[in-house]
């Protein structure tokens, strides 16, 4: 059975760090494209990191770019985002998502499995 089991989140100041991360199990997760998502109230899911299965190139939300960090631990079969100098406006649910593509995309539609998703709050 294929599961993502997300983890990490939690309550932090403006400017500080977190770091999620998405455990697979049931299949391996090398073999997929994996991306994060998050979900603020009233808002659309939206892409904001993935990594390509086999040789593990990378993408980002440009509101993300050079704070926020995908990377993998094959042995752990776990994708890791780390998020620094985070901001209010990074508040939401954060999902990662599996999928069959090939080569990077950040859009919702081309993932077929979730998890549970993990509340990051960012405020003072």
């Known amino acids: 059975q294929v599961q993502l089991v997300e983890s990490g989140g939690g309550l932090v100041q403006p400017g500080g760090s977190l770091r999620l991360s998405c455990a697979a199990s049931?299949?391996?997760?090398?073999?997929?494209?994996i991306g994060w998502f998050r979900q603020a109230p009233g808002k659309e899911r939206e892409g904001v990191s993935c990594?390509?299965?086999?040789?593990?190139?990378?993408d980002y939300l440009d509101s993300v770019k050079g704070r926020f960090a995908i990377s993998r631990d094959i042995a752990k079969n776990t994708v890791y985002l780390q998020m620094n100098s985070l901001k209010p406006e990074d508040t939401g649910v954060y999902y990662c998502?599996?999928?069959?593509?090939?080569?990077?995309?950040?859009?919702?539609?081309?993932?077929?499995?979730w998890g549970q998703g993990t509340q990051v709050t960012v405020s003072s």
């Open positions: 990594i390509s299965r086999r040789d593990g190139s990378t």
């Open positions: 998502g599996a999928s069959n593509t090939w080569g990077k995309t950040l859009s919702r539609g081309a993932y077929e499995y």
């Open positions: 049931g299949f391996i997760l090398n073999n997929y494209l």
